[in-house]
């Protein structure tokens, strides 16, 4: 195992393991083989977890199924008392939380804290949800009968989770199955899996049972193939792109598993005439530049309407320029490295395709002076609508302004796509408002709003951007199954 205390100090270097949970114990793979992480600005490794494979993903399945009968008959507010400590326990690492996460993901320490208080919100508003999972009583048609309705735990559940959220898409899903009494299994992304190790740490700090939590790492076919394939999971929820949700959907339809899938997004961000355009400018920053570019909610196609489109791209420059590229862990930098080469590749592509097409560079354009994966944050004008990047998630910091005339147009060009996670628009005309909310094709909407996520409300999206929704009063639900009770003799 690597010596990682010089490399990144840490008040608590507890927290940084390089070992699997499994069953409450600490363990590395069958094999011995391990997987280096690299920080994604430096390239230097920050440490090493285990490659487990089908077998000691079994057991770790095997461990969450063993666990799930005295963790579902506790009281929800047993179950409730055990997470809040958790979310105390992440607030009072966050520091350690943050530095563990910005050197593995590579976003601004400023960011990455964001996401900790993100993250463990999911716990507590989950906490606190579990003890509402109430049931029905249904008036029977028939003298002599009732009908009883509740809700109880799915079972054990899988959740497969991506890099760019390093420990919120994680409580997302573990905070309502955990709550719900659901035991899990959690196998991250292979380029973060230090910060979901760091939330089972405190997991156990905070008293959760052996088994409740299980954390695994090792290549995505072989655990997905047994996370999917294994008929003791009940539920998986995926975040990540749409092609592989696609494989995990069919891996799951043998056991007819329940899945949530929250999947690439293309979110169209329309700016209109009566917008005020300060606010937009803002709402874009907010919504683009967040994390890179790399959110799967980040506006992806700016849709200005033509008699704003000049001054806006002028003040969206402005805007731009103040942005600070550079290693998320020095004071100020506001956009960190995009997450491995292939992503700047893609970037890059993007930006070639759209000048071929005629497009025109108003910042950046380039991969960033510092070498490596930074790249510089970048405006397009005149883009045409036949470019890739109107098509595809571009995950990178990269604003294309297409023209639109009229409102009708612009909400065509919004739904001209195959996704549907997140819309943005900027107006203030109250009709257009309505007339534009119900007309968007998406699960989300942000009107003179760039930052939708919260705990509090629902998060997903329709069309091929995913299935189910999470956070929120709704986000429990995928962790419950119906049972009626038919009762008759009475
Ligand atoms: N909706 C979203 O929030 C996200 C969207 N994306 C989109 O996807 C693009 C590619 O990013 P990428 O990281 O490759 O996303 P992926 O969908 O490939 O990865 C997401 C997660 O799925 C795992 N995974 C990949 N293949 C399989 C498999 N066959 N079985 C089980 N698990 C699997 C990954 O593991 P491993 O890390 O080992 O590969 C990771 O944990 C991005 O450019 C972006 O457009 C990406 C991330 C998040
Ligand atoms: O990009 C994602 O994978 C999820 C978006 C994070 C959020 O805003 O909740």
Same mark, same amino acid.
């Given at each position: 195992m690597?010596?990682?205390?010089?490399?990144?100090?840490?008040?608590?270097p507890?927290?940084?393991?390089?070992?699997?949970?499994?069953?409450?114990?600490?363990?590395?793979?069958?094999?011995?083989?391990?997987?280096?992480?690299?920080?994604?600005?430096?390239?230097?490794?920050?440490?090493?977890?285990?490659?487990?494979?089908?077998?000691?993903?079994?057991?770790?399945?095997?461990?969450?199924?063993a666990?799930?009968?005295?963790?579902?008959?506790?009281?929800?507010?047993?179950?409730?008392?055990?997470?809040?400590?958790?979310?105390?326990?992440?607030?009072?690492?966050?520091?350690?939380? $943050? /530095?563990?996460? *910005?050197?593995?993901? #590579?976003?601004?320490? &400023?960011?990455?804290?964001?996401? =900790?208080?993100?993250? %463990? @919100?999911?716990?507590?508003?989950?906490?606190?949800?579990?003890?509402?999972v109430?049931?029905?009583?249904?008036?029977?048609?028939?003298?002599?009968?009732?009908?009883?309705?509740?809700?109880?735990?799915?079972?054990?559940?899988?959740?497969?989770?991506?890099?760019?959220?390093? $420990? /919120?898409?994680? *409580?997302?899903?573990? #905070?309502?199955?955990? &709550?719900?009494?659901?035991?899990? =299994?959690?196998?991250? %992304? @292979?380029?973060?899996?230090?910060?979901?190790?760091?939330?089972?740490?405190?997991?156990?700090?905070?008293?959760?049972?052996?088994?409740?939590?299980?954390?695994?790492?090792?290549?995505?076919?072989?655990?997905?193939?047994?996370?999917?394939?294994?008929?003791?999971?009940?539920?998986?929820?995926?975040?990540?792109?749409?092609?592989?949700?696609?494989?995990?959907?069919?891996?799951?339809?043998?056991?007819?598993?329940?899945?949530?899938?929250?999947?690439?997004?293309?979110?169209?961000?329309?700016?209109?005439?009566?917008?005020?355009?300060?606010?937009?400018?803002?709402?874009?920053?907010?919504?683009?530049?967040?994390?890179?570019?790399?959110?799967?909610?980040?506006?992806?196609?700016?849709?200005?309407?033509?008699?704003?489109?000049?001054?806006?791209?002028?003040?969206?420059?402005?805007?731009?320029?103040?942005?600070?590229?550079?290693?998320?862990?020095?004071?100020?930098?506001?956009?960190?490295?995009?997450?491995?080469?292939?992503?700047?590749?893609?970037?890059?592509?993007?930006?070639?395709?759209?000048?071929?097409?005629?497009?025109?560079?108003?910042?950046?354009?380039?991969?960033?002076?510092k070498?490596?994966?930074?790249?510089?944050?970048?405006?397009?004008?005149n883009?045409p609508?036949?470019?890739?990047?109107?098509?595809?998630?571009?995950?990178?910091?990269?604003?294309?302004?297409?023209?639109?005339?009229?409102?009708?147009?612009?909400?065509?060009?919004?739904?001209d796509?195959?996704?549907?996670?997140?819309?943005?628009?900027?107006?203030?005309?109250?009709?257009?408002?309505?007339?534009?909310?119900?007309?968007?094709?998406?699960?989300?909407?942000?009107?003179?709003?760039?930052?939708?996520?919260?705990?509090?409300?629902?998060?997903?999206?329709?069309?091929?951007?995913?299935?189910?929704?999470?956070?929120?009063?709704?986000?429990?639900?995928?962790?419950?199954?119906?049972?009626?009770?038919?009762?008759?003799?009475i």
């Amino acid at each position: 195992m690597l010596d990682t205390t010089a490399k990144l100090p840490l008040k608590d270097p507890d927290l940084l393991r390089q070992s699997n949970c499994i069953n409450g114990e600490w363990v590395q793979a069958d094999s011995g083989k391990r997987i280096a992480v690299r920080n994604p600005a430096t390239g230097e490794v920050v440490g090493e977890v285990p490659a487990m494979g089908r077998a000691e993903t079994a057991r770790a399945i095997a461990a969450a199924e063993a666990a799930l009968p005295a963790w579902r008959k506790m009281l929800a507010k047993e179950r409730a008392a055990i997470l809040r400590k958790l979310h105390d326990l992440m607030l009072a690492n966050a520091d350690d939380l $943050a /530095a563990i996460m *910005t050197a593995e993901q #590579g976003k601004p320490l &400023a960011e990455s804290k964001g996401e =900790v208080a993100y993250a %463990a @919100s999911f716990i507590e508003w989950f906490a606190e949800e579990g003890k509402r999972v109430y049931g029905d009583v249904i008036p029977h048609n028939q003298q002599g009968r009732r009908v009883l309705v509740l809700k109880e735990p799915i079972g054990v559940f899988a959740a497969i989770t991506p890099w760019n959220f390093p $420990a /919120a898409m994680i *409580t997302r899903k573990a #905070g309502p199955g955990w &709550a719900a009494g659901c035991t899990g =299994v959690i196998r991250p %992304a @292979s380029q973060t899996p230090f910060s979901a190790l760091a939330l089972a740490v405190l997991a156990e700090r905070a008293g959760m049972p052996k088994g409740v939590c299980n954390v695994i790492t090792g290549p995505s076919g072989e655990t997905g193939a047994e996370l999917t394939g294994n008929p003791a999971v009940r539920k998986l929820s995926f975040t990540g792109s749409t092609e592989v949700g696609r494989i995990l959907l069919e891996q799951c339809a043998p056991t007819i598993k329940k899945t949530s899938m929250e999947l690439g997004g293309n979110a169209p961000f329309l700016v209109f005439d009566d917008a005020d355009l300060d606010a937009a400018v803002q709402g874009v920053m907010a919504s683009k530049y967040r994390n890179t570019g790399q959110t799967c909610v980040c506006a992806n196609r700016i849709l200005v309407q033509e008699g704003v489109y000049d001054a806006f791209a002028a003040k969206l420059k402005d805007a731009v320029s103040a942005l600070k590229v550079g290693n998320g862990m020095e004071p100020g930098v506001t956009q960190g490295p995009l997450i491995n080469p292939d992503a700047v590749k893609k970037v890059e592509e993007h930006i070639a395709d759209a000048l071929k097409r005629g497009a025109l560079v108003v910042a950046g354009g380039e991969r960033h002076e510092k070498g490596g994966n930074f790249f510089q944050p970048t405006i397009l004008t005149n883009v045409p609508q036949d470019a890739q990047i109107f098509r595809e998630e571009t995950f990178g910091p990269v604003a294309p302004l297409f023209r639109f005339k009229t409102e009708e147009e612009g909400i065509r060009l919004a739904n001209d796509s195959e996704f549907g996670l997140a819309a943005y628009f900027y107006a203030r005309d109250v009709g257009r408002i309505f007339r534009v909310a119900e007309g968007l094709e998406a699960g989300i909407i942000g009107i003179n709003e760039g930052i939708i996520s919260t705990e509090v409300a629902p998060f997903g999206g329709v069309k091929q951007s995913g299935l189910g929704r999470e956070g929120s009063k709704y986000g429990i639900d995928d962790y419950l199954e119906i049972k009626y009770l038919a009762l008759g003799g009475i």
